[in-house]
């Protein structure tokens, strides 16, 4: 079982950037691919970034291209997301996700475990 705990979340203004953490347990983060989603309020949860494995492989949805980046220290069992260029609706909770596989996901109902999130809220 791998818990997640995110971290970095907080309040920007647009244009401005944050940078998430998520922290995993165990001994085994490598073998886990690794998603940011996000919700906003009366929005379903979606797709931001997956990270394969290795680093190999990363994965955005459109309107993340060019302003986020996800990463990962598979020695620090950690993930990040990078957000630059931030916008007002940007704003939600940001949960980290995590899938024992060796491609990319993009549903969340692939994920096996989840964080607890973190808000992000931009101001304009």
């Known amino acids: 079982q791998v818990q997640l705990v995110e971290s970095g979340g907080g309040l920007a203004q647009a244009g401005g950037s944050l940078r998430l953490s998520c922290a995993a347990n165990g001994r085994t983060f490598s073998a886990y691919q690794m998603g940011w989603f996000r919700q906003a309020p009366g929005k379903e949860r979606e797709f931001v970034a997956a990270?394969?494995?290795?680093?190999?492989?990363?994965y955005y949805a459109d309107s993340m291209k060019g302003r986020f980046t996800i990463s990962r220290d598979n020695a620090k069992n950690t993930v990040y997301l990078q957000m630059n260029s931030l916008k007002p609706e940007d704003t939600a909770v940001y949960y980290c996700?995590?899938?024992?596989?060796?491609?990319?996901?993009?549903?969340?109902?692939?994920?096996?475990?989840w964080g607890q999130g973190t808000q992000v809220t931009v101001s304009s």
């Open positions: 996700a995590a899938v024992r596989s060796y491609s990319y996901h993009t549903t969340s109902s692939e994920y096996e475990y």
């Open positions: 990270i394969t494995r290795s680093s190999r492989t990363t």
